[in-house]
């Protein structure tokens, strides 16, 4: 166990930490303690990676824990977000084509692995991780600034964006897949 797997080990943990913040959330102090693990996740996210590449430690554990860590973090976060926006179909669309994206592309990697087919992530995969955690820091941002209509629209964008390039990489993924298979 490297210090790039621990950085994503951490970032596993935090997730269900994050999710509490949030789904328990009775006052402003929560949320900011949930958005301030939340940018220490995504930091992680990127210095695990560097530090891999940098220090030559990549790994195999590394290239499975990554992507989980990944997925891990934005599904805890985003169910304790739904807590807070059941009925909001401008937060549930997106959540739903995020959460379907994910699990379809893990068993589809799963599936091409036990088929000797290693599908690399995209540097758009790698964006879209970036552009999922920021929409959701946005998100619990808007929670705290429910006054700031620049907060909720921001969010909403963001969140909209991620779910395009989610979905996007996601076809990406399953037509490099079945090329491989031809």
Not at 50 to 65: E, P
Not at 158 to 178: C, D, K, S
């Amino acid at each position: 166990m490297n210090f790039p797997n621990v950085l994503t080990t951490f970032r596993i943990i935090l997730a269900p930490v994050i999710a509490i913040l949030i789904w328990r959330e009775t006052s402003n102090v929560q949320l900011i303690l949930a958005f301030i693990l939340l940018l220490v996740a995504g930091i992680t996210d990127w210095l695990d990676g560097y530090l891999a590449r940098k220090l030559h430690l990549q790994s195999h554990l590394g290239r499975i824990l990554d992507p989980i860590a990944d997925k891990v973090l934005v599904v805890c976060v985003l169910l304790a977000l739904a807590s807070h926006h059941a009925r909001d179909w401008l937060f549930i669309t997106p959540t739903l084509i995020i959460f379907l994206r994910e699990f379809i592309v893990s068993g589809f990697r799963e599936y091409m692995s036990k088929q000797g087919v290693l599908i690399h992530v995209s540097l758009l995969a790698k964006w879209k991780t970036t552009l999922q955690i920021a929409s959701i820091g946005f998100i619990i941002l808007s929670m705290m600034f429910t006054d700031n209509n620049i907060f909720t629209y921001t969010s909403i964008a963001l969140y909209w964006l991620a779910a395009i390039i989610t979905l996007q990489t996601g076809i990406e993924y399953l037509r490099l897949g079945m090329l491989e298979l031809d």
